[in-house]
């Protein structure tokens, strides 16, 4: 079991930051790949970004990379979003989701796919206006 708790959302100007982070309860946090999803009102719940169990692999939707970046601290059972030069677009509630990989060979890939992944915190709103 894992138990995810983000914290971080708001309100900001376009151009501005914002950092996300998302603490989990549970002994096996290392073991689990993370992910970052967003979901704007009347849109699919789509995947944002994405970090292996060591931290050695990352991945970003076109739409956020270059802008955003991924990090996570297994000693502190956390994984952040840092994102910079935000963008009205970037609107939506924040998710952060837990995917056990299921072989040896997906440990160092990230899913992408929202029905993939285990666990779900809660979500925090980030609203960015213009």
């Known amino acids: 079991q894992l138990q995810l708790v983000e914290s971080g959302g708001g309100l900001v100007q376009a151009g501005g930051s914002l950092s996300l982070s998302c603490a989990a309860s549970?002994?096996?946090?290392?073991?689990?790949?993370m992910g970052w999803f967003r979901q704007a009102p009347g849109e699919e719940r789509e995947f944002v970004a994405g970090?292996?169990?060591?931290?050695?692999?990352?991945l970003y939707s076109d739409s956020v990379k270059g802008r955003f970046t991924i990090s996570r601290d297994n000693a502190k059972n956390t994984v952040d979003l840092q994102m910079d030069s935000l963008k009205p677009e970037d609107t939506a509630v924040y998710y952060c989701?837990?995917?056990?990989?299921?072989?040896?060979?997906?440990?160092?890939?990230?899913?992408?796919?929202?029905?993939?992944?285990?666990?779900w915190g809660q979500g925090t709103q980030v609203t960015v206006s213009s």
């Open positions: 989701a837990a995917d056990l990989p299921a072989t040896i060979l997906d440990v160092s890939s990230v899913e992408v796919v929202a029905g993939e992944y285990d666990y």
């Open positions: 549970g002994r096996t946090f290392s073991m689990y790949t």
């Open positions: 970090i292996t169990w060591s931290g050695g692999n990352t």
